[in-house]
């Protein structure tokens, strides 16, 4: 049974950099992808991108400029940067386990993290 | 992007009842659709994936249907625990996007 364990800053200044981090526990990390998924009250749920073992990841190419996911192996932990935040940034922001199986017709995210509160203010 | 578009956006329901809730993408998406289940400061729950499978550990009385751009999430007979908000989401084309939700409130 594979939990998510997440951290990281929750209140930030405009124009700093959000940085998250999500420990698996329980699982086989090489066999999925992991990702992240924001919500906030204007935009409701959106997804930010996901990363696999090797490091190949797909990203909401509305934030690729300012967003980067990155894996580490050997710790089973997976991060998010977001950087140059504004208030249109704040909200709650999930890990998620995904599994992705295009010739078996399933993509979804079957785990999730308790999610992180991040706020954005001067 | 392709746009997802839940109706109704809430609803009230007593327990017992059967509900649908539907979700409508602005272009065909196959059968790669997705229900969520959220309660309030809780992370969403997956309940069906791609369009009609049940996950693991999911009370039979959901059911999902439909593919290409209509789709169904229907709850056979409320139960208590069920007063939540649902979201579709659709993972077909390289932009994962969600519908806006359905709140099921108590009657």
């Known amino acids: 049974q594979v939990q998510l364990q997440q951290w990281g800053a929750g209140q930030l200044k405009p124009s700093e950099t959000l940085s998250l981090t999500c420990a698996v526990y329980g699982g086989f990390f090489n066999n999925f992808y992991w990702g992240w998924i924001r919500q906030s009250p204007g935009k409701g749920l959106e997804w930010i991108g996901e990363?696999?073992?090797?490091?190949?990841?797909n990203v909401n190419p509305s934030l690729k400029s300012r967003v980067s996911i990155s894996v580490d192996t050997a710790k089973n932990q997976f991060s998010l940067k977001l950087k140059s935040v504004t208030a249109a940034d704040a909200g709650v922001y999930y890990c998620?386990?995904?599994?992705?199986?295009?010739?078996?017709?399933?993509?979804?995210?079957?785990?999730w993290g308790k999610g992180t509160a991040v706020t954005v203010s001067s | 992007d392709v746009q997802m578009t839940q109706s109704p956006s809430s609803l009230s329901a007593s327990v017992g009842d059967r509900v649908t809730i539907t979700c409508r993408a602005s272009e065909s998406i196959s059968v790669y659709l997705n229900w969520y289940q959220q309660t309030p400061g809780k992370a969403p729950k997956l309940l069906i994936y791609?369009?009609?499978t049940l996950q693991s550990g999911v009370p039979s009385r959901f059911t999902g249907s439909g593919s290409g751009t209509d789709f169904t999430l229907t709850i056979s007979s409320l139960q208590p625990e069920d007063f939540a908000t649902y979201y579709c989401?659709?993972?077909?084309?390289?932009?994962?996007?969600f519908g806006g939700g359905t709140k099921v409130e108590i009657k």
């Open positions: 791609s369009a009609y």
């Open positions: 990363i696999n073992h090797s490091g190949s990841t």
């Open positions: 998620v386990k995904v599994r992705l199986e295009l010739l078996e017709y399933y993509y979804y995210m079957d785990v």
């Open positions: 989401q659709q993972t077909y084309t390289n932009v994962v996007t």
